[in-house]
C-alpha cells in the first residue's frame, strides 16, 4: 500500500492499493455507526446490502447512477435515512463508487450536523485522481452543475485500483485526461510513462503508478491552496475551453473528453502566448488520440461565439477578461491572461473540423 499525505482543513492520507474490503471495515471499525453510500452499479457488483445485513452498525443506501445521484431528492432522501438511524457525530459516511458518489457523499456528510467525519473509496479513475481528492464536495441544481456545495476534506481516501477493472475503455480513457493534465503541469515523468504505454490496454498495466503520480500532484496543490485562491487554479489546465466544450455537448461528452480538446486549445494558446515549443503539442495530440481521446473541435456542435461566452463566464475570467492556466515548458504552468481574440480564433480555426 502507497500513501500520500493531504494536509487541508484537516490533514488526511489517500491509501493506493488498499483492497476495497479491508478500505471498508478499516472505516468502519472506527466509528459507531456507518452509512455507506453507493451508485446502483458497485451495489450489484458486490452485494453490499447483503455483506452488511447481519451488521447493525452498518447501513447501506444505493442511489441512482452516475450524475443522477448528485440531486438535492437524493441528498434528501439520504438525511432521512440518517435522521432515521440516528447518525451521530461519532458516526460516519463513506462514499463507495465515481466522483458524483463522492462528491454526493461528501456534501451529505458536511451538512448533516454541520460536518461528520466521511471517506471516499473512489472506483473510477476520475475519482481516484481528481475528484475523492481535495474536498470539494457538491451536487447540481437548476442553477447549474457543482454550484451548491461544500470544502469538507474526507478522513481518508482509499484506491483499490483492482476496481478499475469493470470500468469501460471510454471511462478509462476519460480519467487519463486528468493524468495527463498533471503530466503537463507539474510531472513530466507521467509523460514519459505514457509514451512507454501509448495503447489503453497497456496504460491500464500501469494505472496504480500513474494514480500515485497524479494524486501526488494534487496532493501538493491542495495541500498550498485549500479554497483555490491561487495555485490551486493550475488544475484547471485545459479546463476554460473544456468545461465549455462540456456544457455545450449538454453533458454527452465525459468531462475528460472534453478536457482533452482543452488540453490541446490551452497548449496552442500556451504556444502564442507563453512560447511553449510546438513539438510539445504535437506529442499531447499523438497522446491523446492513442487512447481514443478527442482532439478536434466539431464546428457545427460548437461555433466560435457560444465557446467564447461560455468561456468569459468562467470562474478564472474576471471583468470580462479571459484567463488561461498555460504552460511554459512541461512542468511549468503560467497564467496567460487577457489573450487577444485573434488568437483564440485562429487556434479555434485549427481545430475546427
Ligand atoms: N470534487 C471534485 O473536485 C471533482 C473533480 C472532478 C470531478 N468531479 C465530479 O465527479 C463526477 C464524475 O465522476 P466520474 O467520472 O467518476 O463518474 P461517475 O461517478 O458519474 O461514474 C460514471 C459511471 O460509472 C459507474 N461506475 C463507477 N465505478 C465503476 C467501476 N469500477 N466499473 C464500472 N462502472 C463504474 C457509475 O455507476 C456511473 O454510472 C462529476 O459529477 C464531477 O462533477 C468532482
Ligand atoms: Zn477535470
Known sequence: MKSVKVSAEIEYEVQIGTPWREALSQAISSHDKALIIVPEFIESEFNLIELFSSDLKTSVFVTPAGEDAKTI???????????????????????????STTDLAGFVAASWLRGVKWYALATTLAGMVDAAVGGKTGINTKAGKNLVGAFHSPHVVYIDPTLLNTLSDRDFAAGLAEVIKCGYIADPSILEDLRNHPSLQGVRSIA????????????????QDFTESGLREILNYGHTCGHAIEKLSGYTLRHGEAVAI??????????AALNLNPAVTSELITILTGYGLPTRIDS??????????LMLGDKK??????????VRNLGEPDWVTGPDASILVSIYERMAQ
Request: proline content about 1%; glycine content about 14%.
Open 73 to 99: 431528492d437524493v441528498a434528501n432522501r439520504i438525511w432521512e435515512e440518517l435522521g432515521r438511524i440516528d447518525l451521530g457525530r461519532k458516526d460516519c459516511i463513506i462514499g463507495f463508487g465515481g466522483g
Open 208 to 223: 496504480g503508478d500513474l494514480i500515485e503520480k497524479s494524486v501526488k500532484v494534487k496532493a501538493h496543490v491542495v495541500s
Open 262 to 271: 482543452g488540453l490541446v486549445f490551452a497548449s496552442y494558446l500556451s504556444e
Open 300 to 309: 457545427s456542435k460548437y461555433p466560435w461565439e457560444s465557446i467564447s461566452a
Open 317 to 326: 475570467s474576471r471583468s470580462g477578461v479571459l484567463r488561461f492556466i498555460g
